[in-house]
């Protein structure tokens, strides 16, 4: 069943309807993994008492930034983000909720609640929405002793079945994606297949979504990763979102397209396909505060291995045209259709290529929101900005770029010079800047390209710690 804006009225006659015997509040704390708290229906009354009062849960379980002494917080159920369960044998109904505090107000340190003020802030100082889709980068881990089909190393873009060994579990995500009511733009085999160690193969793929306001492709996210591991599990299959596995093969990245609207018109192109003035403004805001958003996007200490291994990942802060090791790269677009300008059509976006699948989406989201915001209004320094950082422009006078940090340490310090940017207005609190410091300081990985010629064999118990996070 798709999701719909259902009220509490729809879903007392679709429990009845459809015989629901479980609901299932599911919310996303701070690690942004879906979570779940799970009520039976045993008649109207109560279902109307949970769907009216939400449930009292313990805050310092699922946020490290909650007071023990102040520990209690309520889970609120958005009724109109309702859908049915598609991997329980009991009927079950699952309804995404929002964190409330003590006094009934938006829990202030929950991510969700950071962007949706993100994006307020934006929209109300720019009069710009930003809507994003993520391409969704996974390894499927099975075990292979032999195959009729041999596959090639590093060669599995688009390849189809049986070369592909998981086309129709793919597909079948997209269809659970589809019933949810999660907007795929496609899916397909990606570049990545190795084999692993003990006879284990990796093979990847990867799921595009369609163009979403911020805090809906951030649901989204969370939603896909839930279904993905869940179809895995049930083809008894391992997945992985780990931006690196091995270190001689490329890893799992999380680009992120974005379009701006204004009065309902993409701001990315002129009437004629052009890149605006607007969207250069964009992009030196988001160069402008790059390393400090691997603080969000970037969170463990193999997101930099992805950089350095440097196999279609950026390294350096720098933008342009279709060039896959520039941070922010404009794709090739539909130019000669100018219809689709006058749709007001996402097709044409910018795209955004630092984030990996363990980033904490809302957080990167909102701190992307800001740092367009600033971009848009500075416009004379984002320009500069824009133009100075130019990839094209700046091979052609032979000058270096400033390179993105290369460890969760450096990224730690790069958030700490930035912080006053992400709190003011209180966007991001205090306490959230702080515990995001001191969680990426935690893994004291400093020396992690030294580590990689004097201890490889380390690196490598690293890489497989960070196996299954996300």
């Avoid at 193969?201 to 951030?218: C, R, T």
């Amino acid at each position: 069943m798709r999701m719909h804006s259902f009220t509490k009225e729809d879903i007392t006659e679709l429990v009845e309807e459809k015989n629901i015997k479980i609901i299932n509040f599911c919310h996303i704390p701070e690690d942004c993994r879906l979570r779940t708290l799970s009520f039976t229906v045993e008649n109207r009354k109560r279902l109307c008492e949970i769907l009216e009062l939400g449930e009292r849960v313990d805050g310092s379980s699922l946020f490290s930034y909650v007071y023990p002494n102040k520990s209690d917080i309520y889970i609120m159920p958005k009724t109109e983000t309702a859908f049915m369960n598609p991997f329980s044998s009991i009927p079950t109904l699952n309804i995404l909720c929002k964190y409330i505090d003590e006094n009934g107000k938006p829990l202030n340190i929950a991510p969700e609640n950071i962007l949706l003020r993100a994006e307020e802030k934006l929209h109300s100082s720019t009069g710009v929405t930003l809507k994003a889709l993520a391409e969704l980068e996974f390894h499927i881990i099975f075990r292979q002793d032999e195959t009729v089909f041999p596959e090639v190393t590093e060669r599995n873009y688009h390849e189809s079945t049986p070369f592909a060994k998981f086309e129709n579990l793919r597909n079948e995500v997209l269809v659970t994606l589809a019933e949810v009511g999660a907007s795929t733009k496609y899916g397909h085999a990606e570049v990545g297949r190795f084999c692993f160690k003990n006879g284990y193969v990796m093979e990847q793929h990867e799921i595009e979504f369609l163009p979403q306001n911020l805090s809906k492709m951030a649901e989204t996210v969370t939603i896909a990763k839930w279904i993905i591991r869940n179809i895995c599990a049930k083809h008894g299959v391992y997945v992985s979102f780990s931006p690196k596995l091995s270190l001689e093969h490329a890893g799992n990245g999380m680009h992120i397209h974005l379009c701006g609207l204004k009065k309902g018109k993409n701001i990315i192109t002129d009437s004629k396909g052009n890149l605006t003035v607007q969207a250069k403004q964009m992009i030196g805001g988001i160069l402008k505060f790059a390393s400090s958003l691997t603080a969000f996007g970037n969170t463990t200490p193999v997101s930099y291995l992805r950089f350095i291994s440097c196999k279609e990942s950026p390294m350096n802060i720098c933008w342009g045209t279709r060039n896959r090791l520039a941070l922010i790269r404009i794709p090739l677009w539909w130019s000669f259709r100018e219809d689709l300008e006058k749709k007001g059509s996402c097709i044409r976006t910018l795209e955004f290529r630092a984030p990996d699948p363990l980033a904490n989406t809302y957080l990167l989201f909102a701190g992307i929101a800001l740092a367009v915001e600033y971009g848009l209004k500075n416009p004379k320094k984002a320009t500069e900005i824009a133009e100075n950082l130019n990839v094209e422009k700046k091979v052609m006078e032979k000058k270096e770029f400033k390179a993105l940090p290369l460890s969760c340490n450096e990224s730690a310090k790069t958030l700490k010079k930035d912080r006053n940017f992400y709190e003011t207005d209180n966007v991001f609190p205090e306490r959230v800047i702080d515990g995001i410091i001191s969680k990426l300081e935690s893994y004291r990985d400093g020396d992690l390209q030294k580590r990689l010629t004097e201890e490889p064999e380390k690196v490598e118990e690293l890489l497989l710690k960070y196996l299954h996070c996300g």
